[in-house]
């Protein structure tokens, strides 16, 4: 059986090497890249399942690197940032990352987050026979596309677990702690924005107001409210 494939991309060559070595003792099959100028064609040569990337690289930075492969890249991106700051979280999440993880990463917190990604991505790619429908929109999990006034919406893996996960339980006031656990496999620290982010991009993609939601509810200090018939 092939090994499941990690590119690193990081210019801390100590960093980087021990980061391979504990990745390939976990039976990853793991390529590493110092230059941010040379990252893509490694990506490209090396076709990994999942991508880790520095924020800050010579030549290309991380940030401008996840931009630019992510209309071609669908597996997952996890981005290593040294300073722990809502900017490279969020914008990170923007640019088409998958989760982050603030250095110095504890190895078993980053290998954690590595098989959670995975794990999501292997899921994300296994069909469901059911589409739901609520007025307009229609979440098809069988080709995992979402339709709302007959235009196809294009979400992300993330966003469309997210969206699934919300619809599921519509009319369910769902809070962080549950959807961290239930999309990241991990608990909700009190500081993480990813969910923010990833309800914003939803709310963005679905027509929903950004000042005044009617269809993804912020219910304040309890979570998101998907509104059954607000579509």
Same mark, same amino acid.
């Given at each position: 059986?092939?090994?499941?494939?990690?590119?690193?991309?990081?210019?801390?060559?100590?960093? @980087?090497?021990?980061?391979?070595?504990? &990745?390939?003792?976990?039976?990853?099959?793991? @390529?590493?890249?110092?230059?941010?100028?040379?990252?893509?064609? #490694?990506?490209?040569?090396?076709?990994?399942?999942?991508?880790?990337?520095?924020?800050?690289?010579?030549?290309?930075?991380?940030? #401008?690197?996840? %931009?630019? +492969?992510?209309?071609? !890249?669908?597996?997952?991106?996890?981005?290593?940032?040294?300073?722990?700051?809502?900017?490279?979280?969020?914008?990170?999440?923007?640019?088409?990352?998958?989760?982050? +993880?603030?250095?110095? @990463? $504890?190895?078993?917190? &980053?290998?954690?987050?590595?098989?959670?990604?995975?794990?999501?991505?292997?899921?994300?790619?296994?069909?469901?026979?059911? @589409?739901?429908? !609520?007025?307009?929109?229609?979440?098809?999990?069988?080709?995992?596309?979402?339709?709302?006034?007959?235009? %196809?919406?294009?979400?992300? #893996?993330?966003?469309?677990?997210?969206?699934?996960?919300?619809?599921?339980?519509?009319?369910?006031?769902?809070?962080?702690?549950?959807?961290? $656990? %239930?999309?990241?496999?991990?608990?909700?620290?009190?500081?993480?924005? #990813?969910?923010?982010?990833?309800?914003?991009?939803?709310?963005?993609?679905?027509?929903?107001?950004? $000042?005044?939601?009617?269809?993804?509810?912020?219910?304040?200090?309890?979570?998101?409210?998907? +509104?059954?018939?607000?579509?």
């Amino acid at each position: 059986m092939s090994k499941t494939k990690i590119l690193l991309v990081e210019d801390d060559l100590k960093l @980087a090497a021990l980061v391979k070595q504990y &990745l390939e003792n976990a039976g990853f099959e793991v @390529a590493s890249e110092s230059d941010g100028n040379k990252a893509i064609e #490694t990506l490209k040569t090396f076709s990994p399942d999942l991508l880790i990337l520095d924020i800050m690289l010579p030549g290309k930075d991380g940030l #401008t690197i996840c %931009k630019e +492969v992510r209309p071609f !890249f669908l597996n997952p991106i996890l981005m290593l940032t040294a300073r722990n700051e809502d900017f490279d979280q969020v914008l990170g999440l923007e640019f088409g990352a998958d989760d982050y +993880v603030i250095k110095p @990463a $504890e190895p078993r917190v &980053l290998l954690a987050r590595i098989n959670a990604l995975l794990r999501r991505s292997q899921y994300s790619n296994t069909p469901d026979d059911a @589409a739901i429908t !609520f007025g307009e929109l229609t979440i098809d999990r069988q080709s995992r596309e979402v339709t709302l006034e007959g235009t %196809k919406i294009a979400l992300s #893996t993330h966003e469309f677990d997210l969206l699934m996960t919300l619809s599921l339980e519509a009319g369910k006031i769902l809070n962080r702690d549950y959807l961290f $656990e %239930k999309l990241y496999n991990r608990e909700y620290d009190g500081l993480d924005r #990813t969910m923010d982010v990833r309800v914003s991009q939803l709310r963005r993609k679905l027509g929903d107001s950004a $000042e005044e939601p009617f269809r993804i509810k912020t219910v304040w200090g309890k979570g998101y409210l998907f +509104v059954a018939d607000a579509w």
